[in-house]
């Protein structure tokens, strides 16, 4: 039970820094064009 939840937990942190990255390149591509 504690593994899956913290395999679960990893997962989540992936997809969350995921998220942040392409938050940054698209922040850093408006400053590009901008």
Do not use: G
């Not at 990893?10 to 698209?26: G, T, V």
Request: aromatic fraction near 2%.
């Amino acid at each position: 039970m504690l593994e899956a939840t913290c395999q679960e937990l990893d997962e989540n942190k992936l997809q969350y820094e995921r998220m942040i990255h392409a938050l940054k390149l698209e922040e850093a591509a408006a400053e590009a064009t901008s």
